[in-house]
């Protein structure tokens, strides 16, 4: 019987590929769903789903978007197995006491008091623009604007072009734009008084 050469266990290989990414991985589960539970099950799922596929995963050279990719697709199919339809908002599968937590997760620890009172005004306004976002719209903004990606990365998750990601982050933030300018406009049946 001949000696094979050492090689680490399935796991431990697996391991060693994953779990560097980890961290990243369920950050973004929680930007796509709003909710740590709910991004931990996402987590889990993809990592179940990959673990017997470890000879896929071993070659490929930038695995961290191809996770992402991997998760955003795994979120997409979990949102439709519950029945949803495609353009339903992520934040429908929150629940409305946890909403205000999510939409204040997105905004930096160290604000002056200015921009904490002005966040908490337009709070729920944000909360409610985002509503009026597909999807699509709502995660291509969160990871963009919010999170930093750059559009080549966004690209690779979505699995579109560039131009793609571009063009459609135009309109996401016009569409952003149109909703929070109307929702901001003064009362009709007000009447401004100079004093």
Do not use: C
Not at 134 to 152: A, F, K, N, Y
Not at 176 to 185: A, D, H, N, P, T
């Amino acid at each position: 019987m001949a000696i094979l050469p050492f090689r680490p266990s399935a796991q431990k290989r697996f391991q060693r590929l994953v779990q560097p990414h980890l961290q990243a991985l369920h950050a973004f589960a929680y930007r796509l769903t709003g909710s740590r539970q709910d991004a931990e099950d996402l987590v889990q799922d993809v990592v179940v789903k990959l673990y017997p596929r470890l000879d896929e995963l071993e070659p490929v050279s930038q695995l961290r978007p191809w996770l992402n990719r991997v998760l955003y697709r795994q979120f997409i199919d979990s949102v439709r197995k519950k029945g949803r339809q495609a353009d339903s908002p992520a934040s429908d599968m929150i629940d409305s006491e946890n909403q205000a937590d999510w939409l204040d997760s997105l905004a930096s620890d160290a604000l002056s008091p200015e921009l904490e009172l002005n966040r908490e005004r337009l709070g729920p306004l944000l909360d409610k623009a985002l509503d009026q976002l597909s999807p699509d719209q709502r995660t291509l903004l969160l990871l963009h604007d919010v999170d930093g990606w750059r559009q080549e990365d966004v690209a690779e998750v979505l699995s579109v072009p560039v131009g793609t990601v571009k063009s459609r982050l135009h309109r996401s933030r016009a569409a952003l734009r149109k909703y929070l300018r109307g929702s901001m406009e003064p009362d009709a049946d007000f009447e401004r008084r100079d004093y």
